[in-house]
């Protein structure tokens, strides 16, 4: 799993950063919401932890922006702003969770868990798709009963974000913008042709 860390205190950001590589999370620290915004639109992460308090732009209006270009990768605000008007705000702007500080690395564990468990946010394994179909993370394979075809990259990042998003209508600019960086996005009639 995938992670953007947007936190300004810097002994915060590194304890939290060395605690999420021990869970064997990748994780990429940034200080700045400027920094946090590129990194966003270069890579494709699977989970946002958000400081709000941060130089040049803020967690809060970080998150809206994005939200607004339909970039849906979960979100966490871990924040001191710990009022209800600011819980408000930052669920308005998209967060799926909101941990204020001070706080255990326990409970930031837990709740990545339980996003991954909303979000069906999977590394490995096999998940079953529908009866008698099968899709394994690993080998990016679906298997059909007793025959097994192997996915292409892009055809298992395509399916892998439809699994991530089952039961909702997706665009194809969606598709792009949350599974590719800008310079490798294919053209939306290839991603078509992939599905």
């Known amino acids: 799993m995938k992670i953007l860390l947007l936190e300004d ?5 590194e304890i939290i950063e060395e605690h999420l590589n021990i869970l064997n999370y990748q994780v990429t620290s940034v200080i700045d919401g400027e920094s946090a915004e590129e990194l966003i639109y270069e890579e494709s992460f699977d989970l946002f932890l958000f400081d709000v308090n941060v130089p040049r732009i803020n967690g809060f209006d970080l998150l809206k922006s994005i939200r607004m270009n339909n ?31 001070p706080f255990d690395l326990s409970e930031l564990e837990l709740r ?17 798709i529908s009866d008698g179909i099968t899709y394994n993370y690993e080998s990016k394979s679906i298997k059909n009963e007793n025959t ?48």
């Open 148 to 195: 097994e075809y192997s996915l292409s990259k892009i055809e298992s990042k395509i399916l892998e974000y439809f699994i991530k998003n089952k039961n909702k209508a997706l665009s194809i600019e969606e598709i792009s913008i949350n599974n590719w960086i800008y310079e490798e996005m294919p053209e939306a009639t290839t991603i078509r042709t992939y599905i």
């Open 9 to 13: 205190d810097i002994i915060l950001n």
């Open 71 to 101: 970039i849906n990768t979960p979100t966490i605000f871990i924040t001191s702003r710990n009022t209800s008007d600011d819980l408000k705000i930052g669920f308005n702007v998209g967060a799926d969770d909101y941990i204020k500080k």
């Open 112 to 128: 990545i868990n339980n996003i991954k468990r909303l979000r069906k946010i999977e590394s490995y394994g096999t998940i079953i």
